[in-house]
């Protein structure tokens, strides 16, 4: 229910209040990754590219259990490629290598090189393939170096609560080197969203509650669905329209107000109940 607030109390409890506006809210993800030495997918990705050329040479044969058998092959390296992190689309790409990837085990002569870095769960809806993640490492003294993600693991690790992602860099100087730790960061962007400051908002522990100042003293609480939290706001999802102005200090007064208020009003119908 709105509560009415006088102008001496508001001025007592400092509050504060924010429009509702939209703006771009990014946030960095960050990590401990390191540069692959994984000599497991070296050997499976060895495996597939065996398989599909085994395939393609029985795949015309007269004998029909020989192709099945090729498929069969086929199949499970294909399939020990998704287990151990590969996405579609990179399985596809390795379809048409000649051999593989070298650089899962020694330094590339370009300087090229695999990062594996785990990103927590909660953080995992944020980061897509495609999207740049920057890195320092000691061996780079000075120098960001930057790659892009290939993959995301489809299986988290049960007990860090992270999925790997997979990013190929580029390192001419050659200073980076197989099982070297680097700090890695991924930057996301909301793009235009509406916006609320993280102060306006209300933990109750079972919901988020905002107090949205109507005007004339009046407060009324309302139930809200938030995203993306970065810059010390957090994306609105629903509850409130662009343009409302939301308590940004004096919430928790406010809401031990409001409390008191419905506690009064319950007994106030309780004694009157007793009267009656």
Do not use: C
């Not at 899962?104 to 740049?132: C, F, H, N, R, T």
């Amino acid at each position: 229910a709105p509560i009415l607030v006088t102008p001496q109390k508001r001025q007592l409890i400092g509050v504060r209040t924010a429009k509702v506006e939209r703006r771009v809210i990014s946030k960095t993800i960050r990590a401990v990754g390191r540069i692959a030495y994984d000599p497991e997918l070296y050997q499976a990705e060895q495996e597939y590219i065996s398989s599909i050329r085994a395939w393609k040479e029985v795949e015309k044969s007269t004998s029909p259990d020989a192709a099945a058998n090729a498929k069969r092959l086929l199949e499970s390296s294909q399939t020990r490629l998704r287990l151990l992190g590969l996405s579609k689309e990179l399985i596809e790409e390795v379809a048409t290598w000649e051999a593989p990837d070298k650089s899962l085990l020694l330094m590339d002569s370009s300087g090229k090189a695999w990062l594996y870095a785990p990103i927590y769960e909660y953080e995992l809806p944020l980061v897509k393939v495609g999207q740049m993640i920057s890195i320092e490492a000691s061996a780079t003294i000075g120098k960001t170096l930057t790659g892009t993600i290939r993959s995301i693991d489809s299986v988290l690790d049960p007990m860090t609560r992270t999925a790997r992602v997979r990013a190929v860099l580029v390192d001419p100087d050659g200073g980076l080197k197989p099982e070297m730790y680097v700090n890695t960061s991924i930057a996301v962007t909301s793009g235009e969203v509406i916006a609320i400051p993280e102060e306006a908002i209300f933990n109750t522990g079972t919901k988020q509650i905002v107090f949205v100042d109507k005007g004339d003293g009046i407060f009324e609480p309302r139930d809200v669905k938030v995203g993306l939290k970065a810059d010390g706001f957090y994306e609105l999802k629903e509850g409130i329209s662009e343009d409302e102005s939301v308590v940004t200090s004096g919430n928790f007064l406010i809401d031990s107000e409001s409390r008191l208020k419905a506690a009064l009003d319950g007994m106030g119908e309780g004694s009157q109940h007793q009267h009656g």
